[in-house]
């Protein structure tokens, strides 16, 4: 589950802002459990214990099936990240430019793969030939097992602009037929043919469904990623604010008139778990692949 610092996840801070609710977690991260376990487990009574879980319910944390007479309570999430707000540096100038998951220039992709619009499937889904689609232009998810795919940036800088900091920002996941909410998988990022580094991405996510996701979409397929942002500046790169690895802006030759993006799982990558991409209107967060280009 990827939340912001929004009230549309302030039910499931409060849900798990009670220490009962936690135990309760803990317990069913174990097994399933009926209300009448988990009361005696915990020492409460079958309505309190009641009341608790509809609360984790209602914040997509957990979900009841039936079995004869008994409901059943089961965790619907492996994981809970939190994004906070970007730091942003106003004393740059700034290019911001969005090109769409569909818009890639170059690819050689393997099955599982696919590409999906707003109304349905763009072409047919594990079929490597409808990457180079004319419609694919459309797409707002792509997904793959091996391969890569590269994407062209305008480079806006002028002759007396001074590269200072790039980020780029995406919504990420793993491919796994159908989904897999634990199936890592190493995806590593080029901008301008120089290997940044490599994010190992936790799952193909399908716990909930994502906040953009059409409803055409199975519940049972990827739903969303995580945002990840990139940032290379003149000291090496960060992660999500963290250090990344030493490649610098003085490394990617930012002078040439674009910037070529890379995504890949490389043939000797520890989990080769595929990779997804999600775009205008898919996933959890309303964008497409975006690159800023900082400048003095």
Known sequence: ????????????????????????????????????ELSQQLHLSSAIILMH???????????????????????KVDNINIHFPQTIYPAFAVYDTQVPVG?????????????????????KVDNPTYFMSPDRIKAGMIWWTAGFVEYQFPNYLEADDHLE????????????????NVWPSDITFYINNVEVGTWTSPGDFSDIRGKYTPDWVPDNVNQYGQLKVLRITDHGSYLDGQP?????????AWQEPTFTVRFAIKPDAKHQGGCTIFGQNFGNYNQDIQMKLFHS
């Open 1 to 36: 589950m990827d939340l912001d610092i929004s009230p549309d996840a302030l039910n499931v801070y409060k849900a798990l802002a009670s220490s009962v609710r936690i135990d309760i977690i803990q317990a069913l991260s174990e097994k399933r459990l009926s209300v009448q």
């Open 53 to 75: 879980l509809n609360k984790l319910a209602d914040a997509n944390i957990i979900g009841f099936e039936r079995t004869g007479h008994k409901k059943i309570s089961y965790l």
């Open 103 to 123: 818009q890639f220039t170059k690819y050689a992709v393997t099955p599982s793969c696919g590409l999906a619009g707003k109304t349905d499937y763009i072409g």
């Open 165 to 180: 900091m790039l980020d780029l920002s995406m919504e990420l996941g793993s491919e796994f037929p159908f989904s897999n």
């Open 244 to 252: 990344f690895t030493d490649v610098s802006i003085a490394d990617l």
